[in-house]
């Protein structure tokens, strides 16, 4: 196999969508009516839906807004009624006493690219042998692992018998994988070898998969189609929730509150939400990017990307002059082998979109290990049996995650 030459995993810039997100204090009451009120001041013909934490056909609908029940949080879309239109709505309850922030809903992306083509199959994966999956006796049996990304090949044989559910949340699109990165990630956390020439790229094979499109086949995203996966996926009893997805914080702001209450809310129920850190750092030149939503969050366990002599990868987030959340583990990132979309079958990709998998399935088969893992519990094994990286520790966390009885390092 040619020596590969690693291009950045460029994450491309957001713009605003032009929708509006409205965050109400978590004990405000009736918000959806204030909601609904200031929308038919503009237009007699505003739609507000009720999105209840059950309901989930909702989230691509045709409407001008839509109001996340559990989470108290509204969202204006701005397609129909205009970026000005929205803008007016929901800055006109911007001084209610009920309304805690008025934030912009930009674009996230997938946070992954292309390193290299492959001219030859690789003989081993090295992101199993560093997180120690290949001698673990656990494979995620029993586990549920949702993979909110860009869908998936359901016709992959690393895949067969092994997604419980699918679903899309991009209007307009199946959740046939027309990108290829949700296949990628997929196959890291579950993919099973399918021939005599492929090796094992799969860190908890006989786990089961659920598998929600909340990302376009362009690799975009946004709030609305985010949140409703994350919903779905929390309401089909994932214990795990895997998001190689990343997008800038507004400014002036330390996380994204709606990312923040739906993950609290998923380790008040005993599962984990484990996310991408986002690639915008060029650390030759000394410039590191903060963590991006919704990694960011508090209650989100972030995740750093490694090269294979376990030094951070050059593209990988972190906080900025300690400022910001640090990474709270790390994991492989930089020329991932794992499976793609016919015909390619397998490909190789870098980005912390590639490490985040790895968290996701190491998760899995520490909580095969011990049925008390979950949730926080979970994410505490995670950090405990982490293997301590020198260096940039804000950049590394707790460090390289490793499959449970995994041995020492010399």
């Known amino acids: 196999m040619p020596t590969p030459t690693l291009t950045h995993p460029h994450m491309r810039r957001p713009r605003p969508s032009g929708h509006q997100v409205v965050v109400f204090h978590q004990d405000a009451s009736n918000t959806a ?21 059950d309901d989930h056909d909702l989230v691509t609908a045709d409407d001008h807004a839509i109001h996340f029940d559990e989470l108290n949080v509204a969202i204006i879309r701005a397609d129909d009624i205009g970026a000005d239109g929205a803008h007016s709505i929901a800055h006109g309850l ?114 089961t998969l659920l598998i929600g499109k909340v990302m376009d086949n362009a690799g975009n995203g ?51 939400i484990i996310a991408a850190a986002g690639n915008q750092s060029h650390r030759m030149q000394h410039q590191v990017s903060p963590v991006e939503m919704p990694a960011s969050s508090p209650s989100v366990l972030s995740v750093g990307a490694l090269g294979n002599r376990l030094d951070v990868a050059p593209f990988s987030n972190g906080p900025v002059d300690g400022r910001g959340k640090a990474i709270d583990v790390a994991a492989p990132g930089i020329f ?52 301590r990286l020198d260096g940039e520790h804000d950049s590394t966390g707790a460090g390289l995650v490793q499959a449970p009885g995994a041995l020492s390092w010399p």
């Open 222 to 272: 946004h709030l609305r189609s985010i949140l409703g996966g994350m919903r779905w996926a929390l309401g089909m009893g994932a214990d795990i929730l895997s998001m190689s997805v990343a997008g800038p914080m507004p400014h002036h702001k330390a996380y994204y509150e709606p990312y923040q209450r739906i993950a609290q809310k998923a380790l008040d129920q005993g599962r984990v």
């Open 33 to 53: 009516d204030l909601i609904h009120d200031a929308g038919r001041r503009h237009s007699r013909d505003f739609i507000l839906s009720h999105a209840a934490a």
């Open 336 to 387: 991932v082998l794992s499976a793609f979309p016919a015909p390619r079958m397998i490909n190789v990709l870098s980005g912390t979109s590639m490490a985040c998998p790895h968290v996701a399935g190491i998760a899995a088969l520490h909580a095969e290990s011990d049925a008390k893992l979950r949730g926080k519990a979970l994410w505490d094994a995670l950090i405990a049996t982490a293997h």
């Open 94 to 207: 911007a001084e209610h006493p009920q309304v805690a922030d008025i934030l912009p809903d930009c674009h996230v992306f997938t946070a992954g690219d292309l390193a290299i083509p492959i001219t030859e199959t690789p003989h081993e994966t090295w992101g199993l042998r560093a997180v120690q999956a290949e001698p673990c006796p656990f494979t995620g049996k029993g586990i549920t692992v949702a993979v909110l990304d860009t869908g998936i090949d359901e016709s992959h044989p690393a895949f067969s018998g092994r997604i419980k559910d699918k679903k899309s949340f991009v209007k307009g699109e199946t959740v046939a994988d027309g990108n290829g990165h949700g296949t990628h990630c997929a196959g890291t956390i579950a993919g099973a070898a399918f021939d005599d020439h492929c090796p094992r790229f799969g860190i908890a094979p006989d786990a």
